[in-house]
Structures are given as structure tokens and as C-alpha cells.
């Protein structure tokens, strides 16, 4: 991908995601050359490659997969954030900064997680019911038992997998409830 010293994703591929994964290597997305897109969106498939082949991602959507994700919209915002799903039409918004800097694994989890924002977008289910805290909502645990199922697929430790589920956001009391209820032993994160 590397011509003449200038570096230019036009997209990212599940397969290398993963064995960068596989690899534990902590080397970012670079998107450098990704531009602002002013709020519209674009077809998912045109950025990231060879999801349908990915057996997580298939556990979701089943027989649906190629149906979803070629109907999937991304948009990229300049929000520091990270990603997450629309709860009115279910297009998937990602942070450019958070594919510019975040940690190739968290960033490949949390497409997992989304993902499963979209089927349950797509099965009707409110995704931002405030009847619940963010730890205890049901959609937020499907989608992260899924992101830590692939995790442990992937061989990664109960501490890496801490650490990925542990956001600024989040207390380490939360933390603490939420790796319980998920199963991954809680290693404080330094
Ligand atoms: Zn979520």
C-alpha cells in the first residue's frame, strides 16, 4: 500500500485487520489521506473489505451478511468519538480521528459491536433506551458479548480484553460490573 513513501488506504481489509490482530500488534489505522465528508455517507463495502468473510461477523447476520453489509451506509465525522449506530436509520458513523489513532484490535472490536447495533437496529429494537444505565442496556450486552467472543477467538488475554472495554467514560466500578457480567476476569487498567 505504500507508494513512494505516501501512505494511501482507499480501505481497510478485515483479513489485515486481523492478522494484525493475531500479530498483538498496537500500530494504528492510518487514514491519513481521509478527507472530511461533510455528514453524507457512503456504502460500507467500499471501505471495509472482506467483512463478509468474517466468521464473527456472519454469527450476526447469518444468510443475511452480503445483503447487510452491501446495504450498510458509513459516514466519517471529525468528532473525537469512536463509532456507533444511528437510531434513526441505522447508518454507522466512525470517528476519523478514532481510524486515524486507535488501536487496530479496539478499532476491529467495536466494528464487531456495531455490527450488532445494526442487526438489532434492523429487528427493531431501541438502541438508546434510557430506561437502562450503558453497562445493563441489552442491546450494549449482546453487542459486547459478541466483540469479546471474537476477542478470545482471537487469543487475547482477559487483561487486553479489559482494556478494550474500558472507556474514559466508564468507572472502574461499572468496569468491574460490566467484565463480570461478561465473563472476562477484571484486570485494572493502568
Ligand atoms: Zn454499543
Known amino acids: 500500500m505504500s507508494e513512494q513513501g505516501e501512505w494511501r488506504l482507499t480501505a481497510i481489509d478485515a483479513r489485515e485487520l486481523l492478522i494484525t490482530k493475531l500479530e498483538h500488534a498496537a500500530r494504528t489505522l492510518r487514514l491519513d489521506r481521509m478527507i472530511s465528508f461533510g455528514g453524507s455517507t457512503h456504502p460500507f463495502a467500499e471501505y471495509f473489505k472482506g467483512f463478509e468473510n468474517v466468521e464473527a461477523v456472519r454469527r450476526i447476520f447469518g444468510q443475511k451478511t452480503e445483503e447487510v453489509l452491501a446495504k450498510l451506509r458509513v459516514e466519517f465525522t471529525w468528532v473525537r468519538s469512536y463509532m456507533w449506530v444511528s437510531g ?20 476491529y472490536l467495536d466494528l464487531i459491536h456495531e455490527l450488532v447495533h445494526v442487526r438489532q437496529f434492523m429487528e427493531g429494537k431501541e438502541l438508546f433506551d434510557s430506561n ?36 474514559e467514560w466508564m468507572s472502574d466500578e461499572d468496569m468491574q460490573r460490566l467484565a463480570r457480567t461478561l465473563g472476562v476476569e477484571y484486570v485494572r487498567a493502568h
Open 88 to 107: 434513526v436509520d441505522g447508518h454507522l458513523t466512525i470517528s476519523s480521528y478514532y481510524l486515524n489513532h486507535g488501536d487496530r484490535v479496539d478499532v
Open 132 to 167: 437502562y444505565n450503558y453497562i445493563d442496556r441489552p442491546t450494549e450486552l449482546e453487542a459486547y458479548r459478541y466483540a469479546v467472543e471474537e476477542a478470545r477467538n482471537l487469543g487475547l488475554s482477559d487483561e487486553r480484553i479489559c482494556r478494550y472495554l474500558k472507556t
